[in-house]
């Protein structure tokens, strides 16, 4: 399944409580289900990661469930940019951030 955001085709949205490493480079957006719409909360990169707590032991988590309602309802989709710099990534991040102004990047 595939979710499009601004022009980008992001993999997912799956289950934040399904996801398990590895993951490659890549933006990836979290949302919140409310019945069939998704919300964004929430959109960053990441370098390459094989750890099992990268999303829980975020920052921003504490955020995510907040605006979520629990760690149930939250989604995951992933933009993968395989071999791109970080650079790239950030440029997607605030494209899409501009746009949709997720709850939890607006907070600081």
Known sequence: MTIQILHYE????????E???P????????FSRIKDAFNILYVSES???NEADFFTKNEKFKCWVSHGGSYENLYLAIYPMWGSQKEGREQIVKKTVTRYMPICNMES
């Open 19 to 21: 996801w398990g490493p």
């Open 47 to 49: 370098d390459k990661t």
């Open 10 to 17: 992001f993999l997912g949205p799956i289950k934040l409580s």
């Open 23 to 30: 993951m490659e480079e890549v933006v990836y957006v979290l």
